[in-house]
């Protein structure tokens, strides 16, 4: 009798399921699905991280625009801008305020103005930018209203607008990548428990001989089960190899500055290795309770 | 231990196999269910070993109604039943070994307790070198003996044998029939469907006839000519006489 190990890996087994035609492929599409769900999973990580991180710069800046008056001279001007940042910094939760210099206006007006904006003659805004406390809720409203008894015509910009379309397709790209990882994972549990069917179906005669020797529907989920571990562990490790490969080149890319990839994997934070490391534990998981779940389903239909 | 009462077997919608039967087989009995090829003996067996149900009538297994058993329930009684298939039903992909020793491992038993039976048993039946052949490997007889070897590995308390030495010799058939003599010494119920009359006569168990979709009692130890004779009434009729203590309704 050949010596036989009882472990999840070498468990014995009665039914020749690991010859299945339908099986042969499985530990490479499980371990494609771990893949992708891996990819996916860290873009939604990346995207979930840089979002906060955006949405945190963003709410705690503001600009203030004060538009240049005609025939206005120097010291009117200059005691205007100190009336409107007297008027910012006695706002509760501004922390600081700075006037931007000619060139730095000049700077941001080039896409509009061009590079010679300064020397058009045209009457540029002053632009205050403004630094926030984090968490603390400025009271926009009262300030633009003050603010504009200072400088007439002064607009008060909180991004909230960009902030919101960017915010937006930041959500839409971290919904989409979770979408992704939830459908990857569905239909890595459709093929196992398509594969689980299968095997059942090839292997009917020898589930009726088990079932008329006396074994129980679990003894026989068993042996599928163990499959499933076996070709869902193999196709983990494929998948943690490859999506690993992958996030290793995109962080020699965000250390060299290029590719959209590298730059968007900037925001990459070790603690996230964590949950990316859940992935091919949850597919093996998965395989393992989805066959379960079918063979068991499907001996109970048995009539005997 | 097994009774029929006016039990009904039928295919679809197709014609009664069996009709009306009714009889009981105590604990420790032996019988030859006897008749020709297509009677019925096999369906017969089948509703003794849980494969399929009446569609008439009650069969009863160890004192239970098996029309009311849920299906958890047949694992722990087909584990008191060992089969003998007509077509052995080895696992091909399995050793002669590993087939005998399944009963054995679903029921959880001890590896080394399998690997000091298994062997034994196997060495009975004249196969100690074919252990690790797979069934592809051995002849019909061979298989036979590994698939009679997997039936009574475990001791069960009700053995059916379906055409056992159908393809055997007769030294190997009547020595196997000592094997079923011994376990039934020891316990177990047996019963073993043929259609060999000669095998037949050589023993004085009981036998159940099947005859024209009924069964009939005969038994050549009695001195009754109505318990022997093949054309009395059908096993199901509770007043026949009872010439074993065996037959009957229950």
Not at chain 1, 117 to 133: C, H, K, M, N, Y
Not at chain 2, 186 to 206: I, P
Request: no cysteine.
């Amino acid at each position: 009798m050949a010596k036989r190990k009882r472990s999840l890996l070498r468990m014995r087994t009665d039914l020749p399921l690991d010859r299945d035609s339908t099986a042969r492929f499985l530990p490479w599409i499980i371990g494609f699905m771990v893949y992708l769900a891996m990819i996916a999973a860290t873009v939604a990580l990346l995207v979930e991280r840089a979002t906060d991180r955006w949405q945190r710069d963003l709410s705690s800046q503001l600009t203030v625009e004060l538009p240049a008056m005609i025939g206005e001279d120097a010291s009117a001007r200059a005691e205007r801008i100190d009336a409107a940042v007297r008027q910012i910094s006695g706002t509760d939760g501004v922390i600081s305020t700075r006037l931007l210099d000619e060139a730095e206006v000049a700077r941001l007006l080039a896409p509009w103005l061009g590079d010679a904006a300064t020397e058009l003659g045209v009457p540029l805004p002053d632009l205050i930018a403004v630094s926030l406390q984090p968490g603390v809720a400025a009271d926009i409203g009262d300030l633009r209203l003050r603010i504009q008894e200072a400088s007439p015509g002064a607009v008060v910009d909180d991004h909230a607008a960009f902030n919101s379309r960017a915010m937006g397709f930041l959500r839409t790209v971290e919904v989409m990548a979770v979408t992704l990882l939830i459908l990857v994972l569905t239909a890595t549990a459709g093929v196992v428990a398509f594969v689980a069917r299968a095997g059942l179906s090839i292997h009917r005669q020898i589930v009726d001989i088990l079932h008329l020797v006396g074994a129980r529907d679990a003894y026989v989920a068993r042996q599928f089960q163990a499959q499933a571990f076996r070709f869902g562990f193999v196709g983990a490790l494929i998948g943690s190899v490859l999506g690993a490969a992958t996030l290793l080149a995109a962080a020699f890319w965000s250390v060299r500055g290029e590719a959209a990839i590298g730059v968007a994997f900037r925001a990459f934070e070790p603690w996230m290795i964590w949950p990316l490391a859940l992935i091919p534990i949850s597919a093996v998981l998965i395989a393992v309770v989805t066959v379960r779940i079918a063979v068991q389903g499907a001996l109970r239909r048995m009539a005997y | 231990m097994v009774l029929f009462d006016g039990v009904t077997v039928r295919y679809g919608a197709g014609p009664e196999v069996l009709r009306g039967i009714s009889f009981t087989l105590a604990p420790g009995s032996f019988h030859f269910l006897v008749g020709a090829s297509g009677a019925g003996k096999s369906s017969l067996l089948k509703l003794m070993y849980l494969a399929m149900r009446p569609a008439a009538g009650r069969v009863e297994l160890f004192g239970r109604d098996v029309s009311v058993l849920k299906r958890s329930d047949y694992p722990a009684m087909r584990r008191r039943v060992g089969v003998v298939f007509q077509d052995f039903r080895l696992i091909e992909h399995l050793s002669a070994t590993d087939n005998v020793a399944l009963p054995l491992r679903i029921a959880g038993v001890r590896e080394t307790d399998i690997k000091r039976h298994v062997p034994e048993l196997l060495a009975w039946v004249g196969l100690k070198d074919h252990l690790d052949a797979l069934p592809a490997t051995l002849s019909g007889g061979q298989q036979q003996r590994v698939a009679i070897a997997r039936a009574v590995i475990s001791r069960p308390s009700l053995l059916l044998a379906d055409e056992p030495t159908g393809n055997v010799d007769d030294g190997i058939g009547v020595r196997l029939m000592y094997l079923f003599e011994e376990l039934n010494k020891m316990g177990t119920t047996v019963v073993v469907a043929t259609h060999n009359e000669g095998l037949v006569g050589r023993f004085t168990h009981r036998q159940l006839r099947i005859v024209g979709s009924t069964v009939t009692l005969t038994d050549p130890t009695a001195t009754d000519p109505a318990a022997t004779d093949p054309q009395a009434p059908a096993a199901q009729d509770s007043t026949q006489p009872q010439a074993d203590g065996n037959y009957g309704k229950a």
